[in-house]
């Protein structure tokens, strides 16, 4: 079993910063990618950014140069680093991670409950 959470969702205004957490714990082989999805009310889930276990990234086109998204291999961690925020970044924010739990099982997709984060004055 795997276990994502994610943490750090809150209120902030626009224009001001918020740094996203998302720790993965359980039997856990192997990572291959994380990442972050954003998931409005009534709209679909969404990709924000992604990283991949080389450290490839890719971003959303709205986001690109605002936000960073970022490992930290040893304690299982991603975040996401969220700059100049606007009212339109408003949604829960989802962690992914693409996972084997063994050798010999495949790859899964483990998904997060997810995170407010509300951008308004």
């Known amino acids: 079993q795997v276990q994502v959470v994610e943490s750090g969702g809150r209120l902030v205004q626009p224009g001001g910063s918020l740094r996203l957490s998302c720790a993965a714990s359980?039997?856990?082989?192997?990572?291959?990618?994380t990442g972050w999805y954003r998931q409005a009310p009534g709209m679909q889930r969404d990709l924000v950014a992604t990283?991949?276990?080389?450290?490839?990234?890719n971003y959303e086109d709205s986001v690109k140069g605002r936000f960073t998204i970022s490992r930290d291999n040893t304690k299982n961690t991603v975040y996401l680093q969220m700059n100049s925020l606007k009212p339109e970044d408003t949604s829960v924010y989802y962690c992914?991670?693409?996972?084997?739990?063994?050798?010999?099982?495949?790859?899964?997709?483990?998904w997060g409950q997810g995170t407010q984060v509300t951008v308004s004055s």
């Open positions: 359980g039997s856990i082989f192997s990572i291959d990618a």
């Open positions: 992914n991670v693409r996972a084997r739990t063994t050798y010999y099982n495949p790859i899964n997709d483990y």
């Open positions: 990283i991949t276990s080389r450290g490839s990234t």
